[in-house]
Every structure is written in C-alpha cells, then in structure tokens.
C-alpha cells in the first residue's frame, strides 16, 4: 500500500483530479480513459454513479492514481478503499469517515467553506480540504485564510475552468477539481473529450513550472 503523504505529494505533482460522474458505469469508463488519454492521472469516481465498483475492478492495475468521491459516511468510505480508492473526497466533513480513513492510512478530503470547518478538519487529521464549491470563491480567498491558518492545503473543486484554473493553481494549491466540462464534453462528444483533458493538464503543467 502506498504511504498516506505519498500519495498526497503525488496528487500535488499531478495537479488535476479529474471528478468522474457518469450515468452508467460505461460512462465512467470511458470518460475515466479519456482522462488518462489526456494526461490526467488522478481520478475521483464518484459515489453518485451507478456500479461504481465496475469502474473500481476496470481501472485497477493502471498507472491511474484513482479516488473515490461523493463519499457521505464512513461505511462507504471503508468500501471504496477495499475497492481500490487510493484516497477519498467528500463534500463535507465527517469526523468518523476521518477516523476510518486514518485508520488505514488513505487520505481523507473533506469538503470546507468556512475556518471553523478548516479547523475542524484540521483537528481530525485531514492534511487537505476541498474548497467546495470554488465557483463561491475566488483564489484571493485561499491567500486571505493562510495569514490565519498558514498550514491550509486546499484543492478547490467545483467552479474551476480552463480560464481560471492557472490563477487557482498559482494560491498555493496542492491541486484542483476539474468535473462539469469534463462530463459536458464527453456527453458531447464521448471519447473525444480527451481533448479537452489534455488542455487541462497542458495548463496545470504551465502553471505549476513544468514539473507536473
């Protein structure tokens, strides 16, 4: 298994997380495979897609860093690691989904919009939050919480395009979300969204100097 911290410095280097919801399993597949294809390698499937487990078995054994999100309780959260979820993503805190998560060493990414919650996920061990959703946001908001809370790591997801995503990314992100133009696109144009993908990593790998 790999360590809790390397997989989150893995994430940092990749600097996209691709969030897969699909109407079908199929669906997931493929636009999961898109993303790859484009240079994306970190996915989050997600809860929210029917047989999830499919995608789970069908991506096992790639190089694909993949994660599990929309996980709303601890249960589910102990399912997608024996699954395979190499870290887990949620849109609000849940202390006892912390709990399991840190029980097997997987990182646990809650969603936050307020200190208080930062702090709180602070508290339970979560070495990132996910602003969500950053389309509430802007990245001054990121430079504003790290003059109180200077250890903030945040992955903004949620609201982050390819207009936005270098300002995201130059606040001092670890990483950011990427889902409604992924999904869009592939319900448009199925396999050719790895167009688009590419585009995201192409400006992700800008941003972050060339080392992504």
């Avoid at 869009?184 to 972050?208: F, I, M, P, T, W």
Wanted: hydrophobic share 40%.
């Amino acid at each position: 298994m790999i360590a809790k911290h390397s997989i989150l410095a893995r994430i940092s280097e990749l600097k996209v997380v691709a969030v897969i919801r699909g109407n079908t399993a199929k669906d997931a597949i493929e636009l999961s495979k898109a993303a790859a294809g484009g240079g994306i390698k970190a996915i989050e499937l997600t809860y929210t897609t029917p047989n999830i487990d499919q995608v789970f078995r069908e991506l096992a054994g790639t190089k694909t860093l993949l994660g599990a999100g929309s996980v709303l309780d601890p249960e589910t959260a102990r399912y997608a690691i024996l699954s395979g979820a190499q870290f887990i993503v949620s849109p609000s805190l849940n202390p006892d989904t912390a709990t399991v998560c840190n029980r097997y060493g997987i990182p646990y990414l809650p969603g936050c919009t307020t200190i208080k919650e930062m702090i709180q996920a602070l508290e339970t061990g979560c070495d990132v939050i996910k602003l969500f959703p950053s389309s509430q946001f802007s990245p001054s908001f990121i430079r504003s919480i790290n003059g109180t809370l200077s250890n903030v790591k945040v992955m903004p997801t949620g609201g982050v395009n390819l207009d936005n995503i270098t300002e995201w990314l130059k606040a001092r992100e670890v990483a950011v979300g990427i889902s409604s133009d992924l999904n869009r696109a592939y319900q448009d144009g199925g396999y050719n969204s790895v167009e688009l993908c590419s585009e995201y990593h192409n400006k992700a790998y800008k941003a972050a100097g060339g080392v992504a």
